[in-house]
């Protein structure tokens, strides 16, 4: 091997054909979940969505047979399903129904069919205009902004500067969680507003100082402040800020997360189990 080569250059490369009645967004997420597992591969995606008519799947079928590769699909109309897999099967290429084994599982537990109607999880319904609700609350109620509204949210975070508050209460929103978020600033006291609060969940985010203190310098550079200007990426004042926050969280008998090497899907998780406990005790 040449010296310089990427790792990028050592992968495989191998064409894979993503096909959907929708927006795509299923199989493209099941997709990445799955090619996460194989690091020496490198696909080459063919994307087709709001695949809905012969011409438009004969177009993808076309691109299959130019290179050929792995299909996966989410597709409910049973003449077309029926189209793709009997072309892939001539083509001899593997292809993969995402949703046919959960539509299965479903209709024998609920002893009736699906309606077979695409794009049906796109529908602007109450659960849509509930995410675009939560999607305003995050916004409103971001980094301590209009702190009297945090009696209606869901979940409010709070934690140091940097421990991914914002993009958290983001991500939380798009599954229709009202979520804010406070920040705890050395020499700040937190809302009153939020030790009244008695509906929502109070979670603390927290993260390894040295990480912090990386994270913080990079901000700084980005916005073009000089290194050792203030206290706020110093190693020793950070230790002494997370540990302030940590024994506030105790104090106050409100859950902590290290987000250190959580990824923002990962805390959310761990948040939405979190008010999956908190409304059972509410009950």
């Not at 995606?45 to 299909?71: C, F, N, S």
């Not at 996966?72 to 003449?79: C, E, N, Q, S």
């Not at 140091?160 to 600033?185: D, E, W």
């Amino acid at each position: 091997m040449e010296s310089g080569a990427s790792v990028k250059d050592e992968k495989e490369q191998h064409h894979l054909h993503l096909v959907s009645d929708a927006t795509g967004e299923t199989v493209n997420s099941v997709a990445r979940a799955c090619l996460v597992q194989f690091e020496e591969t490198e696909p080459i995606e063919h994307i087709w969505t709001l695949v809905r008519t012969r011409g438009q799947l004969d177009k993808a079928i076309a691109e299959i047979e130019a290179h050929p590769g792995p299909v996966l699909y989410t597709m409910v109309d049973d003449a077309l399903r029926a189209v793709l897999t009997e072309a892939c099967r001539r083509l001899n290429v593997a292809s993969v129904d995402i949703l046919d084994p959960v539509m299965h599982a479903l209709a024998g537990h609920f002893q009736r069919a699906g309606s077979r109607r695409p794009g049906r999880q796109h529908a602007l319904d109450s659960v849509y205009f509930d995410r675009i609700e939560a999607m305003d609350f995050a916004i409103a109620h971001d980094d301590g902004q209009s702190v009297e509204g945090l009696l209606e949210a869901d979940v409010v975070l709070v934690g140091v500067s940097r421990t991914s508050k914002t993009p958290t209460c983001i991500y939380l929103a798009q599954r229709g969680v009202r979520a804010g978020n406070v920040p705890i600033v050395p020499g700040v006291p937190l809302p009153e507003s939020l030790f009244r609060a008695k509906g929502p969940l109070v979670v603390g985010l927290t993260k390894d100082p040295a990480h912090l203190v990386d994270v913080r310098r990079t901000r700084l550079r980005a916005m073009g402040a000089r290194r050792g200007a203030s206290s706020y990426a110093d190693l020793e004042a950070v230790v002494s800020e997370v540990q302030a926050a940590r024994r506030l969280c105790a104090q106050r008998g409100w859950p902590v997360i290290d987000v250190t090497r959580r990824s923002i899907e990962e805390t959310a998780a761990a948040i939405l189990m979190l008010l999956q406990e908190h409304r059972s005790k509410a009950r």
